[in-house]
């Protein structure tokens, strides 16, 4: 594990719509939802600091996101192309998900 990896926080941030990722106490990205009619989360967009790319930040952001809305019973609709790429790729227990019919642009 290296020095960076100690420093790593992600937390949800709800008054945003968001879950943070924090290298240290800078804000290095977030990957926003909103919550629809029927309770569900929908997760639009992702984004990362361009300093913080090539680190595996957003990886690790989505990942302990879902990992916390399984966790609450949450489901999530993924119309962002990283969350539904992670998705696809990652098994996350426990987790629901409504694949959205038609995909979203960022």
Not at 12 to 34: K, M, P, Q, S, W
Not at 35 to 49: N, Q, Y
Request: charged share 30%.
């Amino acid at each position: 594990m290296s020095e960076i990896d100690d420093h790593i926080t992600v937390t949800r941030n709800d008054e945003d719509r968001r879950y943070e990722i924090h290298v240290g106490d800078v804000l290095a990205g977030f990957t926003a939802f909103r919550i629809d009619s029927r309770g569900r989360l929908l997760f639009p967009h992702t984004e990362v600091d361009p300093a913080f790319r090539g680190r595996g930040i957003a990886q690790r952001l989505v990942a302990e996101a879902m990992a916390d809305v399984a966790s609450r019973g949450e489901t999530v609709v993924p119309h962002c192309t990283v969350v539904a790429r992670y998705l696809r790729e990652n098994e996350v227990p426990g987790l629901a998900i409504d694949w959205p019919k038609v995909p979203h642009p960022e």
